[in-house]
């Protein structure tokens, strides 16, 4: 790579749809997008155009609420920023991985336990096709799913561990941190690289991801636009 070439991780959706996960992409011009059941992420092109955004808004439709997450340039005119949370890039630098014997690998039979897990404890964005990026690993206890985490974006030679959490009622019992090691060993089993976004001001679960080997890689930002209702007209 020469001095000053983006990194996958720079723009991980876009490589992630243009590389392992392709076959996800929905595209317009050079705007790509998971399906809306898969995964919000969405990619732009490291430097998007007039033409890019004019595509995005076309894809999203007027009024939409689209994510722009690493996107650090200016809107167009009549685009308003409805999120925005500062956050972090975490890469694998020495992680001591194992396979977990009480982590089962969980399905789509599981999808309705894993939406009401996903919904008391609130770690990010999760769909009822999200299961279909990657290999999830939860842990039951007395039948119920109490704990999960899995992958998500997959640019080529990297897996992104998400969707990391546990049920409040067995906080505190080390699950999450077995179950980062555990999707983290599968991914290193493929020869390939764990990392992993979260909240900047998330300082204790920063903390716990640096002792376990990760470090942090670069800053980022969680945005989201809304796409005007009514877009100015192309000018031929």
Request: charged share 20%.
């Amino acid at each position: 790579m020469t001095a000053g070439a983006p990194h996958v991780l720079d723009n991980p959706a876009l490589a992630s749809l243009t590389g392992p996960h392709a076959h996800f992409a929905e595209k317009r011009g050079r705007v790509l997008r998971y399906p809306v059941e898969v995964s919000p992420w969405l990619a732009l092109p490291d430097t998007p155009d007039a033409g890019d955004w004019a595509d995005l808004a076309a894809l999203a439709g007027p009024g939409a609420e689209v994510p722009l997450t690493a996107y650090a340039g200016q809107l167009p005119e009549g685009w308003e920023i409805t999120f925005h949370v500062e956050g972090v890039q975490l890469v694998d630098d020495g992680l001591t991985t194992a396979p977990d014997p009480e982590a089962v690998r969980l399905g789509p039979d599981d999808i309705p336990e894993i939406l009401d897990l996903i919904e008391r404890t609130r770690p990010g964005p999760f769909l009822p096709r999200t299961i279909e990026m990657g290999a999830y690993l939860g842990i039951r206890r007395d039948g119920a799913l109490v704990a999960m985490a899995g992958e998500r974006l997959h640019p080529p030679g990297w897996t992104e561990i998400s969707a990391v959490c546990t049920d409040a009622a067995v906080r505190g019992q080390g699950l999450a941190t077995r179950l980062v090691l555990a999707v983290a060993h599968g991914i290193r089993e493929r020869g390939e690289t764990p990392f992993l976004h979260t909240g900047a001001k998330n300082t204790g679960a920063i903390r716990l991801y640096e002792s376990l080997g990760f470090r942090l890689r670069r800053t980022t930002a969680f945005l989201a636009a809304r796409v005007p209702e009514r877009l100015p007209e192309a000018v031929s």
